[in-house]
């Protein structure tokens, strides 16, 4: 009480019970963080499951209405979103791609199987000019990660010339063959995914050895050229950001990191979608929210070499990871999105803006029927999950200046062996000028009232969108679409103080002008 009257009194709130219990957080509009870069809010499309066939593509004789083989409801969703960038092909697939099946004639593509997600077979009907139809539809930026796994030097140089030569190359001249005279734009370009795994369980030594290899001959057009990206770990590892931040100098403008969120931290048994008991939520938040830690010490080895910031720290997979639903395919990763899931993802927009310094793109795993999807399709049908609501709030915030928060008097959510802090904050101020503000409540039992000191700024009205529900698990449905979705929210302030209360598993997104 002794050190938190002062301070309430300092920020000129009344000591009401109400106060006092409050979250206090303060805005210094006068201190710009970093630029929240759009692509922070990126999608991952990979052959996976139904993610591509039935998600995304259904062809273009297809009875379900498409634009070039992109089915029009789910094009229409993700336009909504703003979706800033997509990565693809893999991703896992990545490394046992060869760009080639997926050129010419759809009719006469090789028929391959799919050796990573379900045996099942690819007939390769979405490849380059595919995916490019696809960023260039939504107005997104593509990120093509190459394949270092079964790949050579050679053929990974001619897809970048494929797709980006200007002149009159056998290439080029067979890309316009295939009905496409401009050069495609490559604004990322990853050399091979989880070298340390599924690409092809190397060494971070033998890897960075590979990647200054290949790179050499990875060779585009002065106004096409790509950002690099080189593949690295994931978890709590370090080793692999400190490595290749002290040992490539040239063609590296980024490191990659993988991080799923599991319930129960094992991969036999990662906990079920629904119907799971709190213990299981918790778990979840609490593992969710080390991403921060991983994010912090990843920064600190890559800060020793690279002081400037030149090397940007991508989260290019990230997400929940649940058991399979019952009588899906295992390979195919398809498991329903809850109320949880779309907390999950706030909280991690919350750390990622927190870390907008380096990390520069996040790619969440993944668009569509797989992982923490955005949005379920069944045949004709479609629903949007809760994870696709959140990023929907989160829009305002791509390409905003993050504004520093001093959040104090936290509460604590605490459930058995877990604890976390029961609120979650970030500010900034967007392109046009207003200042939004996001927080979350992560305590499914408990309401929370934050007090906020805007530093002063005019506040003539607060408006935005709350997510919440009854239910940890609450979902939607084929049968019920809209069960959870955002409702309208406003508030009022004064002197630059206002006061928002955040009811129990809420997202709370405001704009304040």
């Not at 000129?12 to 109400?18: C, E, P, Q, V």
């Not at 030569?165 to 050399?191: C, I, M, Q, W």
């Not at 921060?292 to 991508?314: A, C, L, S």
């Not at 609501?389 to 791509?398: L, N, S």
């Amino acid at each position: 009480m002794r050190v938190i009257k002062p301070l309430l009194l300092a920020l000129g709130f009344s000591l009401s019970a109400t106060a006092l219990a409050a979250t206090q957080i303060q805005l210094d509009s006068s201190a710009k963080g970093a630029v929240i870069n759009k692509n922070i809010y990126g999608q991952f499309a990979e052959h996976l499951g139904r993610g591509i066939y039935e998600g995304l593509w259904v062809g273009p004789d297809s009875k379900i209405a498409n634009t070039k083989g992109f089915r029009n409801d789910v094009l229409a969703a993700l336009k909504d979103l703003h979706v800033p960038l997509i990565r693809w092909p893999g991703g896992c697939f990545a490394d046992e791609y060869h760009w080639r099946d997926g050129i010419g004639p759809r009719d006469k593509r090789p028929v391959k199987v799919n050796t990573n997600w379900g045996g099942v077979e690819e007939d390769n009907a979405v490849g380059t000019h595919e995916f490019f139809d696809l960023v260039e539809l939504l107005g997104a930026e593509a990120y093509v990660n190459g394949n270092l796994g079964t790949g050579t030097p050679q053929e990974m140089a001619e897809w970048l010339e494929y797709m980006t030569a200007e002149g009159k190359s056998t290439l080029a001249e067979l890309r316009r063959k295939n009905g496409r005279d401009k050069p495609f734009k490559v604004h990322y370009f990853a050399v091979g995914n989880e070298a340390w795994g599924c690409g092809g369980n190397m060494s971070v030594e033998y890897y960075t050895n590979l990647y200054k290899h290949y790179t050499t001959f990875l060779k585009t057009p002065a106004n096409n050229t790509p950002k690099w990206i080189a593949s690295g770990s994931h978890g709590d590892d370090t080793s692999w950001a400190d490595y290749m931040t002290a040992n490539i100098k040239q063609k590296m403008d980024a490191v990659s990191f993988h991080y799923y969120t599991l319930p129960t931290g094992q991969w036999d048994v990662k906990g079920a979608a629904l119907q799971f008991p709190e213990s299981e939520w918790i778990s979840t938040m609490q593992r969710t929210l080390a991403m921060d830690t991983f994010i912090t010490n990843n920064k600190k080895v890559m800060d020793k070499h690279d002081p400037e910031k030149k090397v940007g720290f991508y989260v290019d997979e990230w997400g929940t990871w649940f058991d399979v639903e019952k009588g899906e395919n295992p390979g195919f990763l398809y498991q329903q999105n809850s109320l949880r899931d779309a907390i999950v993802a706030a909280l991690n927009f919350n750390i990622f803006h927190k870390h907008a310094d380096r990390v520069h793109m996040t790619n969440i795993a993944q668009m569509v029927n797989v992982l923490q999807a955005m949005i379920l399709t069944d045949k004709e049908k479609m629903i949007l999950t809760p994870t696709y609501h959140a990023f929907k709030m989160y829009v305002p915030f791509q390409d905003a200046t993050a504004l520093p928060l001093k959040l104090s008097n936290v509460p604590q959510y605490k459930l058995g062996e877990f604890a976390i802090p029961a609120v979650s904050a970030t500010a900034a101020k967007a392109k046009d000028g207003s200042v939004y503000l996001a927080l979350v409540n992560a305590n499914p039992n408990k309401a929370e009232t934050t007090q906020i000191n805007l530093d002063g700024i005019q506040i003539n009205s607060v408006s935005g969108q709350l997510l919440t529900a009854d239910a940890m698990d609450t979902h939607n449905t084929f049968a019920k679409p809209d069960t959870i979705k955002p409702t309208a929210f406003s508030a009022t302030g004064k002197n630059g103080k206002l006061s928002l209360d955040l009811p129990a598993k809420s997202i709370l997104v405001v704009k304040v002008q």
